[in-house]
């Protein structure tokens, strides 16, 4: 079975940043996407970040793009998330998924998905 395991939530304050990672085991193929969504009551899951097998190619989500970063390392498994000058409405739980969607910014594209981390940001 594949196991992506989040971590690095918490609370922060507006302004602020934070690095959640995302580790991996089983078989998640080394050419697999990987990504992270966000989800909060009464709205769809909605993309945070993508990235391609080799790392060479990223797809952030509109609210995000301009403060968000997401980078892997294939040999391992893990993916990461790096975002900056966070804001309340960032507050969610993150979730990393793996697999090989033809759209990477549609959720029911991907194949695995941990448990989430929660992500609260304080006025």
């Known amino acids: 079975q594949v196991q992506l395991v989040e971590s690095g939530g918490g609370l922060v304050q507006a302004g602020g940043s934070l690095r959640l990672s995302c580790v991996a085991s089983g078989r998640v193929s080394g050419s697999a996407t990987m990504a992270w969504f966000r989800q909060t009551p009464g709205k769809e899951r909605e993309l945070v970040a993508a990235?391609?097998?080799?790392?060479?190619?990223?797809t952030y989500g509109d609210s995000v793009k301009s403060r968000s970063t997401i980078s892997r390392n294939v040999a391992k498994n893990t993916v990461d998330l790096q975002m900056s000058s966070l804001k309340p409405e960032d507050t969610a739980i993150y979730y990393c998924?793996?697999?090989?969607?033809?759209?990477?910014?549609?959720?029911?594209?991907?194949?695995?998905w941990g448990q989430g981390t929660h992500v609260t940001v304080s006025s």
């Open positions: 990235v391609s097998y080799d790392g060479a190619s990223t």
């Open positions: 998924a793996a697999g090989e969607p033809l759209n990477r910014r549609v959720s029911n594209a991907y194949s695995y």
